[in-house]
């Protein structure tokens, strides 16, 4: 939750560090917040909501079938301690009367993805999609347009859909916390969970031919039943040997057969722990009363998040299941009995199938959705299969729907993207347009050689803009979970980027487009990463400072720290030797020697809550600090610091940066939500006349050819770009 990094090269390299948020459950990574967690706030229900301390453990936010709402960044605080700052704190001082007129435009990447989509199967112009982040959107035009449906919806991380095929003004919706019912095609919501024991909801199925009939498989818990259109529910778990559903399917013919795909139950956090159980597939044909597993041939150990059955023959099915060098799509003929691989031409490195669908009029047509390489098609029954991607700008596909009066109409869901629609069986596809609400930016990096392009870190995702921040792709490459902290750029070699992600950091040798990454053996998280012009790389974490060595090990280098928890790292351009931490509580400390000796440089300095740092480019013994008492500045390498916070009216500065090339040009950024700059090195300050409130500014880029340009970071999501002038 910091600042950004950008970094020059002319006579001097420049680095403007990036730090950023924290995961949920882990200490706060940012340079001016402590270990204060934030709970997502529902940009649908209001933008005043109070940050709430969350209690979901990494573990079960990893079972999740769906990305969870990123957590809001939180708060400063001047101890380690959860902080929650009232709603009616979050306004901050009055604003400036005088303010320096910008021009600025929000944007950035879509924070929600879309989860689920479903179509009336009556009015099949009608749709509905689910989001991980707002709540569930609704068309009436084919997907042309779509409005927000959510009143009596308090989830908005929506995990799956259904609808009632008799009475499609009936909808059921699975969330985090339960299971909500309309009986007004979406106008109003309810809560159904009478009976569940377990509210995760992973999957929901429908009764055909007696809909008040429903199952729902969840996370924990496995699988539920009701009889009464979900006003009552009871486990029917005998012989379902895992407790982790993340899909299920009905027998369009006989009701009683069902499906279930299971995940099997080791420890997020230990992979290498037990396993539970080697199934993965189930069935039931007494309406799950009581379950048995059918696995012939398939991969031990699978996860199974998606079942397709044929409509007209529902002996055949189809299922993804991962299992290592096995994982794939596998089909049976005989309604799960045996099961034989069906995935010819489809890529399955490092790939995962997520939605299975099958045309209705045709069952020999398949559609599958992955999670890395967009949509396949078969048209021989998964014999074969080919991509059908024309147009289809993300390929990190979420769902898929398909219309069943015009199968050639179909729908897919894509990760921070929205709705995509084909009205040629996936010959090409079209953009629809959702409102979802922007993620959360807590890292930012502006490329070397071409100041347009722009990678933006946030939760568990990486987007990268070539633009100037008009439009954003995620980098599809997993990261794993947690906030991306920081982004640092190799001055040496700008193809080569960093990332600090919980303890790894991942690296980039190709611009961001593919990741792999180092594991320093950290046990706290990477808050700040810094790179010195000969491309050695230090992080900062709540444990101290480490440094990577030629040999590509390594070490931990805190002698004399007193205060080990670094929210900040610069190193000096001249003298590379010196470099300076901003900690938690502790100060400045300085070192001359590469980090291997550190002393505390204090002086005159109030507050030992250093959220940032910043250093001149091209006078180093001048630096700036970010603190809950405003800004300090220091003009002879941090042995003295004088308060500078003339016309700075917000104190609680949570993040600084300065121009590489014009660096009497300074910004801040409170947790206010407020943004100034200073034209003359800190000696006074002016508000820009920036409308973020109850928006925390996590960080700041700016562009290295414009002093007057800007990127910000804010925690209710998106992209500020700002042009401000003198």
Known sequence: MKKTTIVIMSFCWVLILACGLFPVDVPAPTPNLTHALGTLISVAQTQTAVVEETKNSIDQILLSPAPNTPTVPPTRSPTLESTVIPATELQGPPKQEEMLLVTWTSNGPIGGSITAIVIDPVTPSTLYAGTSQDGIFKSIDYGDNWTAINNGFANPNVTTLVIDPETPSTIYAGTGDGVYKSINSGESWFVVNNGLTSLRISTITIDPVTPNTLFVGTFGGGVFKSTSSGENWIPVNTGLSISNVLTLAIDPVTPTTLYAGTDYESPPEDPNAELTGEESLFKSTNGGESWFAINTNLPEHGKVPTIAINPINPEVLYSWVSGGARQGIYKSTDGGQNWNSADTGLNTYGNQVVSLVIDPALPTTLYAGTDHYGVFKSIDGGDNWNLVNTDLTGTNITSLAIN??????????????????????????????????????????????????????SLSKLFISTNGGKHWDQVDDPMGYGWINSIVIDPVTPTNLYAGLGKLIHVSSDSGA??????????????ILAIAPESTLYAGTFEGVFKRMDDGTWIMVNTGLTNIQILDLVIDPVTVTTLYVGTNGG????????????????NGLSNGFVSDLVIDMVTPTTLY???????????????????????????????????????????????????????????????????????????????????????IGTSLGGLIIIESGD
């Open 587 to 602: 100060g400045v400390f300085k070192s001359t020697n590469n980090g291997n000796n550190w002393i505390a440089v204090n």
């Open 404 to 457: 069943p009066d015009i199968t050639t109409i179909l729908y897919a869901g894509v990760a921070w993207r929205g709705v995509f629609r084909s009205e040629n069986a996936g010959g090409n596809w079209i953009e629809t347009q959702i409102d979802m609400s922007p993620a959360p930016v807590s890292a930012l990096a502006v490329d070397l050689v071409e100041p347009t392009t722009i990678y933006a870190g």
């Open 514 to 527: 593919t990741w792999g990454f180092f594991h320093p053996f950290l046990n706290s998280d990477v808050r």
């Open 625 to 711: 600090t970010g603190t809950d008492s405003g800004v300090f500045k220091s003009i002879d390498g941090g042995e003295n610091w004088k308060e500078a916070n003339t016309g700075l009216n917000d104190h609680r500065v949570k993040v600084l940066a300065i121009h590489p090339k014009t660096p009497e040009i300074l910004y801040a950024g409170t947790i206010y939500g407020r943004v100034y700059k200073s034209n003359n090195s800190g000696d006074n300050w002016i508000e820009l006349n920036v409308d973020l409130t109850n928006s925390e500014i996590l960080t700041i880029a700016i562009d290295p050819l414009s002093a007057d340009k800007l990127y």
